[in-house]
């Protein structure tokens, strides 16, 4: 069973970047979509981008799309979130996520078997 740890979170100033890491443990990643999901305080944890592993293709949502890639590294087993143009708004623990691929991108979290721990964003104004 794949285990998923992220890293990277912290304090950034609106407009700033940051960049999260997955890194996957147990397995390597095989023919998985990985997303990351985040949570505000008080609302629900929602999708924002994904990658699938084996193509490396793409689907980002349209609050992210241009500000926020998603990649991969096969030799690290790892998948990143680069930040930028970040809002206050979009203060939240985020969650890298993984399932199996199937023919459709998945964006509801219980469709996402694999789950990290979180980390936090915090974007000050």
């Known amino acids: 069973q794949v285990q998923l740890v992220e890293s990277g979170g912290g304090l950034v100033q609106a407009g700033g970047s940051l960049r999260l890491s997955c890194a996957a443990s147990g397995r390597t990643f095989n023919n998985e979509d990985v997303a990351w999901f985040r949570q505000a305080p008080g609302k629900g944890r929602d999708f924002i981008i994904a990658i699938n592993w084996n193509d490396g293709s793409t689907y980002a949502t349209a609050p992210v799309k241009g500000r926020f890639t998603i990649s991969r590294d096969n030799a690290k087993n790892s998948v990143y979130l680069q930040m930028n143009s970040l809002k206050p708004e979009e203060t939240a623990v985020y969650y890298c996520?993984?399932?199996?691929?199937?023919?459709?991108?998945?964006?509801?979290?219980?469709?996402?078997?694999?789950w990290g721990q979180g980390t936090q964003v915090t974007v000050s104004s």
């Open positions: 996520a993984a399932r199996s691929r199937t023919s459709s991108w998945w964006t509801r979290p219980k469709r996402y078997d694999i």
